[in-house]
């Protein structure tokens, strides 16, 4: 089998050969108790890495996804006392808005998707410091658990993350594989060029894709002040880079068109896997970057389709 | 001097230059003539040295040499003078002519620019350009940076012991007459320091110039004449002369269009500097043939109407709507269909299976709310698959996988299925092996019967001939005459060069 016909193969390979590094080295990572618990650490990432897979999948990138979760655990705590349950929409809102700003910097003032998502994660950033005063926010308790608590609860041993991980991955499924924008990204990402000659309106394409990762990325930082009891912005720091790895070492190249979100849930047990075995080999979370920075290279360096690239700057 | 003998070159699936003896002489200069795909770009990348040939020999004074690329080529004092200008344009003149060959001018890793600008100048004096070498290369008219690529090719005669071999593709197509002559008593006065490979449309030019022409056809050459004994019109028949079958056309299945009802109009339509002044109607069953040279309007008239071009002026009308709107959308929805040339690129999504590239156009008819009904789009693949004897294993066969007359057939159905009755076809038998080619034109000749006008830029004269109702032939941008083709009373190709060039 050559190379080529493996590589769609890899990510699950991957995920299962690094399964069993682990579980030999660690007897207890194989405990249904742990896996659950590490599956349920790292929901958040997955909806984050969820949303930068639609930006990933027309072959932009999404990198105010943090910035993004970062202001919007600030919002969700300061309106949680004004808005009550609405405080989730009021999230999701400021996200697919931010989201699709990013999409039409890109799409009609054509600015490359890498700088202009920069840009407007810089914005995103700068509201959750003036929003919060740059200090960590606090929730209510008793608001907090009233109104959000079932995000966190758990039911017959199962924590409710996984349950939301799980409809927000069957939903993204459901666009990207039946639904006529779900078809168009394909093309747009395989083929940009012909879906123009097929009528196909891109740019709208492009802006939607791009606001569905910053509404995803604001459920991300939704659930983190959940979670977390409260908002900051630098809470969500350090989810970028395993985000993109995330996308990128589930299959989805940089380039877009192949991959999907399925591929992401893949990549991130693989980075959920990865994280956990360094704790258990001890790598100081100060180092963890280090790890992600060097896997993201390669898995860029083998995921990514050359003869789509003219020029490498 | 230099020589090609029995040179051979093959693509996958084309057979681009057959046994090619080519020879030229010092301070020679030679013409090189031949139709779109004759194969004379092929051959000119394999003197310069872009391509290795597969099998024969190149000889310089005899000795036998090898190029691995185009500067070792130059090594040997073969230079190219690009037909898509290669100077760098925010560059200044000078690092331009040295690009790549800076070395000379340094010292302790530093470029004395004196020194540059001076030998600068005095590859410029060659070519009788007087202008500061400082400039901007941007700053410069089309036909000033011509001379500077002249320059810096004869930059070589101070880098090569030896003889140079010049190879000027298409030099003339952006230059005013004036300059033409110019470039062209230049080029006569620098035989004293090389010979000249000179590449034309324009056959009076290269005429004029050359002192011997090669004709070449479908990858051969297939005749070698002196200047002094050409005659126009038997390079032209040679150029393009094959008996053409008119079976292979489908002539006898060709039926008059009808006249009253007009699916497409142009009323004196420019856009910049493509086209000028374009008017023609398109009748439901016609076939419309644009011939002309590359570049002489065929293809943006076409990109317009599908509405990927906006005009600057004049009214386009689509079944008896002006068009306001210039989007590929609007153009979809009026019912217009684009084959384009870049099959791979514009025609189909490789990477996507036989039934969604069919229904990427018409995605709203197979869905509700959003939703796609997969299995109606499947059904609709299958009934084409079978309708248009497409071979592929199923209709979940990825795209990019098909053969190059199966990609084409996928392309067709995707607008004959949603209904589309202006069908443009550019270069739709490009590539085609013969039998794919026939398949095509029994197709067009079924749409035609349907009552679908159709917008042609045809892979060769003869097809454009063979198939057409009508033909406009272009030059630069301007209708030089209309043809009625009846069956049986059809234009000669001699008939269509004369236009065109």
């Known amino acids: 089998m050559t190379l080529e016909r493996l590589k769609p193969h890899l990510p699950w390979i991957t995920l299962l050969a690094l399964v069993l590094v682990v579980g030999i080295g660690d007897s207890n990572f194989l405990k249904p108790q742990n896996l659950i618990a590490m599956a349920a650490d790292i929901v958040p990432l997955f909806i984050m890495a969820l949303g930068m897979t639609f930006a990933i999948y027309i072959g932009g990138i999404d990198l105010s996804a943090q910035s993004v979760a970062n202001m919007t655990t600030v919002i969700a705590t300061v309106a949680l006392p004004l808005f009550g349950p609405f405080t989730a929409l009021l999230c999701i809102v400021a996200g697919l808005a931010l989201g699709g700003v990013s999409g039409y910097v890109t799409t009609r003032l054509l600015v490359p998707s890498f700088i202009s998502t920069l840009a407007i994660g810089g914005i995103a950033y700068s509201i959750g410091q003036y929003l919060s005063g740059q200090r960590a926010l606090y929730m209510d308790a008793a608001m907090r658990d009233g109104y959000f608590g079932w995000m966190v609860g758990s039911s017959f041993g199962i924590p409710h993350e996984l349950f939301i991980g799980a409809v927000l991955v069957i939903a993204a499924y459901f666009v990207q594989s039946r639904t006529v924008f779900g078809r168009s990204l394909k093309a747009v990402g395989a083929g940009e060029p012909a879906a123009v000659a097929s009528g196909i309106n891109v740019a709208r394409i492009k802006i939607m894709a791009f606001a569905i990762s910053g509404a995803l990325a604001a459920i991300a930082g939704l659930l983190f002040s959940v979670k977390l009891s409260g908002g900051s912005p630098t809470i969500a720091n350090g989810f970028l880079l395993p985000a993109i790895v995330a996308v990128l070492v589930g299959g989805t190249p940089l380039t877009g068109g192949v991959g999907g979100v399925i591929n992401t849930l893949i990549g991130t047990l693989i980075v959920a896997v990865i994280r956990s075995s360094m704790l258990y080999f001890e790598v100081d979370a100060t180092r963890q970057q280090m790890v992600f920075g060097l896997v993201l290279i390669i898995a860029i360096a083998m995921t990514i389709d050359r003869s789509k690239l003219r020029v490498v700057k | 001097m230099y020589e090609l003998r029995q040179v051979d070159k093959k693509f996958p699936g084309v057979h681009a230059l057959k046994s090619i003896d080519f020879k030229i002489g010092r301070g020679e200069i030679v013409g090189l003539v031949g139709e779109n795909g004759a194969g004379k770009s092929t051959l000119m990348k394999v003197i310069y040295g872009a391509y290795q040939p597969d099998g024969g020999t190149i000889t310089i004074d005899s000795v036998a040499v090898r190029f691995q690329n185009p500067r070792q080529a130059m090594q040997k004092g073969i230079g190219m003078v690009f037909q898509e200008q290669s100077l760098i344009t925010n560059l200044t003149v000078m690092e331009n002519i040295f690009l790549g060959y800076e070395q000379q001018f340094v010292k302790f890793g530093v470029v004395n620019w004196k020194a540059m ?340 830029v045809a892979d060769t004269l003869e097809e454009a001939i063979g198939l057409s109702h009508t033909i406009i032939v272009l030059k630069d941008g301007e209708v030089q005459h209309r043809f009625d083709c009846a069956p049986g009373a059809k234009p000669t190709l001699y008939d269509l060069v004369h236009y065109m060039i």
């Open chain 2, 117 to 456: 600008a001076a030998a600068a100048r005095a590859q410029l004096a060659k070519v009788k350009l007087d202008i500061d070498p400082n400039m901007i290369t941007a700053k410069l008219s089309f036909a000033q940076r011509q001379l500077v690529e002249l320059a810096k090719v004869l930059t070589l005669e101070e880098r090569v012991d030896g003889d140079l071999v010049i190879l000027l593709d298409e030099p003339t197509s952006v230059l005013a007459k004036e300059e033409v002559e110019l470039l062209f008593r230049l080029v006569r006065e620098l035989t004293t320091r090389a010979s000249f490979i000179f590449v034309s449309h324009r056959m009076d030019e290269v005429l004029e110039l050359s002192d011997r022409i090669y004709v070449m056809k479908d990858g051969e050459v297939v005749d070698v004449v002196s200047a002094a004994d050409a005659n126009v019109d038997a390079i032209q028949h040679k150029m393009v002369g094959r008996d053409v079958d008119k079976q292979y056309y489908r002539e006898q299945k060709q039926e008059p269009y009808d006249a009253d009802r007009t699916l497409a109009s142009f009323d004196a339509v420019s856009l910049g500097k493509k086209y000028r002044d374009i008017s023609f109607d398109l009748r439901a069953g016609e076939v419309l043939c644009l011939v002309g040279t590359e570049g002489s309007g065929r293809e943006a008239i076409l990109r317009t109407v599908f509405g990927l071009e906006t005009p600057d002026s004049g009214s386009v009308t689509l079944k008896g709507e002006e068009v306001r709107a210039f989007t590929a959308r609007s153009g979809v929805e009026k019912g217009v269909g684009y084959v384009p040339r870049e099959r791979k690129v514009e025609g189909l999504v490789g990477g996507m299976n036989v039934y969604e590239n069919m229904t990427l156009s018409q995605m709203r008819r197979y869905s509700t709310a959003g939703v796609l009904r997969l299995g109606e789009e499947r059904q609709l693949a299958r009934d084409w698959i079978d309708k248009l004897s497409i071979k592929t294993p199923s209709e979940h066969k990825d795209c990019g996988g098909l053969s190059g007359g199966n990609q084409q057939k996928v392309v067709l159905a995707k607008w004959r299925s949603g209904g589309s009755d202006i069908i443009l076809l550019d270069h739709p038998t490009r590539g085609l092996d013969i039998g794919a080619k026939e398949d095509v034109y029994d197709m067009v000749r079924a749409m035609s019967a349907d009552g679908v006008g159709i917008l042609l």
